[in-house]
């Protein structure tokens, strides 16, 4: 099936959204690379680690109790998180102050040791999610999912959009129209439906000039219950 014009998708969206001015105040801003590597390692744990309590959960409640899990956890920084006992972790997970889930507790401890070797493999994780090319943003989700905990799924392109990285999101809304015009016919969680996902939004980046992000959000704007 022959992909639709950005132009097009634009169209409907703004006509959504009340007009072009409307559709823009709603689109995502990302970082570039320079400004990513400025992001320090534990910031991004914490970030990495409020989108796994996030998930599934109440967002309200997770935002009140995240100064709390700062201090449990020494400001997420890697390495004293690693320093931590299986008993410490498992005081965390049943403290009351915090959210009682042992398995995403669990996640704190594993992604630490996982952005500690990146960082040592180079230089530091900001600077390799920095450097990662958008034309396989993919590839990178599918990273994070192999060497990290809990980031399958839209766990883990929630964080990068989250800290400012460009990428499309795979929501309900987008999965949806990537199906019906035929774009992607096999599993989001497969190789192939990740590929001809990437395809298509390569496509329309070069054919806009727009980030990943924006074009997603535009796409969601569009079509469904506009969940952006």
């Known amino acids: 099936m022959k992909i639709e014009s950005f132009a097009s998708i634009y169209q409907r969206a703004a006509e959504r959204k009340g007009g072009a001015d409307a559709l823009e105040a709603l689109l995502p801003q990302s970082l570039s690379a320079d400004e990513y590597q ?4 534990d910031r991004l744990l914490s970030a990495m680690s409020k989108q796994i309590f996030q998930s599934g959960f109440v967002w309200k409640v997770v935002d009140a109790k995240w100064p709390a899990y700062e201090t449990a956890f020494f400001g997420f920084d890697p390495l004293k998180v690693l320093l931590m006992s299986p008993e410490q972790l498992t005081a965390r997970a049943s403290d009351p102050g915090l959210i009682r889930h042992a398995k995403k507790t669990q996640a704190i401890y594993d992604n630490a040791l996982m952005i500690k070797d990146i960082a040592a493999e180079h230089g530091s994780f900001a600077r390799y999610i920095a450097l990662w090319p958008g034309e396989e943003i993919t590839s990178l989700w599918q990273v994070l999912k192999k060497r990290g905990a809990r980031l399958g799924g839209n766990t883990g392109p929630y964080f990068l959009r989250a800290t400012g990285k460009d990428t499309f999101l795979l929501t309900s ?4 129209y990537l199906r019906a015009t ?7 969680a497969t190789q ?3 590929t001809q996902a990437q395809a298509a939004f390569n496509h329309w980046q070069a054919e806009s000039g727009r980030t990943l992000a924006q074009i997603s959000r535009i796409i969601a704007c569009g079509v469904g219950d506009n969940r952006i």
Do not use: F, P, Q, R
Not at 182 to 188: N, S
């Open 173 to 176: 809304d987008v999965e949806a």
């Open 38 to 41: 400025e992001y320090s390692d």
């Open 192 to 194: 192939k439906g990740l």
């Open 182 to 188: 035929g774009l992607v016919d096999a599993g989001m």
